[in-house]
Structure formats: structure tokens, C-alpha cells
């Protein structure tokens, strides 16, 4: 073994640790903060939450749409929108952000900062390695086999690992946060279309409009020519269906427009469908009154989960729950290019918000039935009342 | 094409039962692996297949079919499946500026109060169409698929108007033609105080209408890992047979197909 890493360092300074290279598939996009499924190969990114990426099976699959219920005051719903947000920033996603009642840019600027692995030294290594010099204090005595190694790379600039952990008690630093290309859209700022018949009611026309104009321009369906590196675009809408964008879904029981919102989404999964971007839609489902709407909505998207927050409902002084912020149901997983998707072991979930993860965990454990649980085999039995005992051991009498 | 469904139904691409409409339902579950049986049945039967897949990708079903053994791409290009994509489409739709000719397959979703004709149109062109083209290709019956039918309530049209395109869609594929026709639909939960345009009312129209009525639900014991629901077949009566056969089943979903056994008897139980 120690030939060969002597020969690599005075050859190559690539700063691979063997020379074994991995042939990739030239198909394969490789999107920094994406990778593929093990499930059906499909490209997932990470919503940022960890715990969350394995309840929903292994990430956000590009391409397809999570609706968030919102819990009643929109807190731990508004963190998983931040979450994901703060995720794109870390890996170099373009960001795309629409909300009607607070601006963007002030939900831009309370992402949580993420927790850098490297705690000393900051320096990004020159990725050149240097020969031992014996007059360099720096020179490694006892660990010297990892003298020409590269030294640990702590920047984020182009982070290949999927899914971080953040830190919510501190906020993102500027600079990173700038250097994320975020496209903003505010309801309150935008012009109402007042021209034609728009199917759609002004809002969501002219969201699906700025929207479709971002992957245009930007090349996320493959229009332009591809000199550019491909890059995936996250959507984050926040409390659409609430009265601020102008639908009376939330408000009335049979509203006006009541189709608005399920065409918009329809439409918008069209979009996403047809290009490399992902999107999460936070919904005010309790404001709903129509139960039939939230399950046509569901239906419309791809992966939806529920949060129900403890606070302020009787659940929080429950004993059962007392470690715990609130429940997440999971209502709808995709089954995308396949047949089966995975399926859960156990929907009783609970949520928790800890300053550097936001833990989702199961509740109780379901009952052990299942095909490979072992059972007392009833041989002993059958031995002893029939002769033949090489029938299916499991409808012996 | 799951080899234990076709045990159950009496049915094999080489011999099925001409003008019949199949409906397949659901409810707080999800029956589109029955839309993909009954592709993969027909393409391999050789039947001219005209599928409205309004809510998921080309891909998607490409993907699926190939892992039960027919190509969608193929039969595309042979002329044998005539695909609607309604999501690639419909943000073109609903963000152009000028409306273009009414009868526009997706049209609708313009003016959704306006009917379905422009659908029906695109329907009748592509079952009526024979090879003109080709080296005198001839397809067996032509085949209606519909994924599903119960987003178009979603989208706003009302009830009556879905129920009217479902009636000339089996006047033309079922009785015209002798044809098949199999629609999905996906319901919501019975619920005592629900308005008149709902997608109960939408599956109780269309059970009136079909030959065939296959249902899928999650098992009443509640939530298990091992059996993904439960399955109920219900034939109407036609020809010598004077009563309705109802039966249920047990189902559990695999990567390359479905398993369908008797209640009670799944391996996880027994």
C-alpha cells in the first residue's frame, strides 16, 4: 500500500487518494447538491432538512412539486421553506422566491447559516501538493504519509455533499446569501394585469408568467445552448391560496374562483416537468374550508406532507408529546417512472426543532407484521400428528 | 400486465371482450398501476391505442411500460399510440396571448365552462384514423385510455359536461367502433354534506355507464406495509349472465407488476 501513494504524490496533483477512477456514465447529469436515486434513478436534491429527505424518500426528485400544509401559525412551515432555501444557497441552485405578505428579501435574509465542518482555518488549500521540506515547520512528523495530501477543504463554494445541517439561532452571511442568484416575486409590487381574459386570476397569471420567463431566459428547459453548466432552479411560493394573492379559497366555502389555485398548480407542475427545477408550495390548508379543494390539491401535487404544531392546542401539555413541537403527516408520496414508491414503515410521525437539526421521528412503533417477520414454527406440532409432515408448515392443522 | 389480473377478469390480449367500458376508481388510494396494465395489455394485443395522460409525463409511463415489457416510444412512432401530454401542454395554454381556434384538444382550460368538444374532436381523429400512410398497418379495435378523468374537475368543468364527453366517447369507441374504453377516476371520501359537483357524483354517472368497475381502497383495518389495499371487481350483467358478480380482492404493488390474492391470504399474514 505505501508504494502506490508515494508513486501518486511526486506524479499527479489532482489530489485524488488512489488512482482508481470511478467511470461515470456520460448520460448522468452531475449537478453539484443533487445526486441520483437508489430507488429509480431518478435526480434528487435535498430539501435541506435531512430527517425530512428520508421520510420523503431520499430527497425533493427534480422535476416535482412538495406541498407543505401549513401549521396555524405558519412557524415550523415558514423553517421548512427557509431550509430549503438556505440548501440551494449552500449547493449553488438559483433560487426563485414569491411570497404576498412578507417581502422576499426579508425572508432571504433569515435564512439559517449553515454549520461548517472545519471549525480552524478557513484557507482553501491550493490543491497543489507540496514537497516535505525539512526547514518547513509545517512538515508532518509522525502523520507523514498525509504530508501531500490536500489540506481539508472548508469553503462552500462548490459543495458536493448532499444535504447540511444549519444552525437556526444564527442567521446566513451576507456575503453568502448575495452570492446566490435569487429572482423575487412580490405580490403587492407587481402591476395587476388588467388586459384580456386571463383564465387564470391576475396573481397566478402573472406568477406562472414570471415564473415561465425564469426558466426560459435562464435555460433550465434546455433551450439554450448549452455553454453554460446546468444548474437546477428551486421555487419556493409561500401561502398561496391566502387572501393576500387574491383567491377567496381561504375564506368563503364556495368561492369564486375556486379552480384558480388547482389550475395554477396544475399548470405550474407542467413547468416544472419540462425543466431541471423544484418547487415547494406552502399552503394555509386549516383557513380551507372545502375539504374536497385540499384533497384536490393534494392530488395535483407530487409529494405533500402536513404540519400540525402543538403550540396553542391542547396536545401541547399531553404527556405523550411532551418531547415533541408537533405531528407531520405525510399524505401523498410520488411515484415517479415506477410502479411502487416507497412505502413508509409507520405514518405516526412527530416533529422537533433543535438549533442545529430538525428532527422528525417516529411516534410509536407499528405492529411487527410483515413478511419477514420469523415466526414459531409450528414443525414440533405437526410432528406429532401426522405423518407427513412436508406439506406448507403454515396450514398445518 | 399483471398476469394474475388477467386470470381474475377472463381476459388475454389475445381474446377480450370488444365494446366494453372499464372503469377503474379510487379512493384515498391510487389505481393508476391498473392504467398501466390496461396499456401494456392493449399495446401487446396490437390494438390502436388513443391515451389521454393528463397528469403525469410521457416519460413516466415509458418509463413503467418498459419495465412490463412494451415500448411506448416505439409504438408512438409506429403510429399504434396517439399520446396527449396535458401537463407538457397546458402552461402553452393558459399563457398565450391570443386564443386560438376553439377546438384546441386542451381548450378548455381556457374557458372551462365551454365543454369538452375540443377533446372529443381530438379523441374521434385518432380512433377514426387508419395507416394511411404506412405499408397498409392495420390495428386491431381502437383503445381509449384516460388518466384521469377526475382532474378535469379541478380544472373547473362541471360534472355534466364530463359526463356528456364520456357519453360520446362510448358512443363512438365503444358502439361505433367496437371499441374499449378504460378511464380512471379518483374520488374523495363519502362525505354526508357534499355539494353537487363533486367527483362522488362523477364515479356514480360513470359506474351507470360501464361494463366493468374496478375499485381500489385502502384496507378497512387501516395502514399496513405489506398489502397496499384492496380491490373490488363488480361486472354488469350482459348477455346469459343475469346476476351482478361482485368480489373483492387484496392487492400489493411490486417494481414489475401487481400480486392479487383473496383476502386474508397474504404472505405477510400467513
New interface residues.
Partial sequence: MAAPMRGMAGSSNTGNTTSFQKKTHSKLVSIPGTRPSVQ?GQLLVSSGVSSLDYVIGGGLAVGTLLLVEEDRFDSYSRMLLKYFLAEGVVCGHELFLASARDHPDEIMQELPSPIVDDVAGIKMSEGQSQPSDPENPDTMKIAWRYQNQPRVQTALVSSMRFGHYYDVSKTMEPELQQAAKCHRFYQLQETPVTK??S??PSPY?AL??SI?TVIRKEGFDGSTPQSKVRNVLRLGLHSLGSVLWGDDVCCND?PAHC?AL??FL??????L??SLSVAIVTVPSHLIQN??VM??II??SDTAIALESFRGSEKETNPLYKDYHGLLHVHQLP??????CE???T?DLAFKLKRKQFTIERLHL?PD???TVSRVSKTELAAGCGSTATGNK??DF | MFPELNSILNSTPDSFKSSDFILASDRRADASFLIHHYLSFYLRAGCKVCFLGLVQSFSHYSAVGQRLGVSLAQAREKGQLVFLEGLKDSFGVLLQDTSQQETQPLSFLRSPGAGLEGLFRFVERSVRQSGDGDAGESWGPPVLLIDDLSVLLSLGVSVGAILDFTLYCQATVCSELQGNMVILVRCEEEDADDDEEGSNLLQRGLVHQCNLALHIEGLPTGYCRDIHGQMEVWWRPRGETIYNQRKIFHFKVHDKGASFFARGTSSAVL
Fill in positions: 429509480n384580456g381574459s383564465p387564470l397569471q406562472l408568467k415561465q364556495n379552480h388547482s389550475t396544475y399548470a405550474l407542475r407542467g413547468l416537468r419540462s375539504r374536497a384533497g384536490r392530488r395535483l411515484r415517479l417512472n415506477c410502479l411502487s412505502v413508509p414503515d405514518k407499528p407484521l410483515s413478511e403454515h396450514l
